[in-house]
């Protein structure tokens, strides 16, 4: 179970390096853009807008496997605190 938990860091890694690549790629893209009026123009949100909605998906779906990855691997090191059989108990009963 401790390998489901990894996965999960992995995962929920792998999407918080999802949502900056597309911070970064917004704000690399708008350094380059040329200013054709005067004034403060905020390119980044358009770019940012125009960017898709491939990084959101992959974002988003990396999240969520990766928080199911760590629920199973945490319910399975929660299996270890559940009350077993008495060993005991089951004894008496097989030489009876």
Known sequence: MKENTIVGCFFIALSAFLYVSKHFTAAIISIHMLQSEPGPINY???IYK???HG????TFSSLVVGI???VR???GNMNI???KANPVGESKKANS
Not at 55 to 58: K, P, T, V
């Open 44 to 46: 980044f949100q358009y």
């Open 50 to 52: 125009d960017i898709g």
């Open 55 to 58: 990084f959101s998906f992959w």
């Open 68 to 70: 199911i990855f760590l």
């Open 73 to 75: 691997g945490k319910e």
């Open 81 to 83: 605190f559940k009350k």
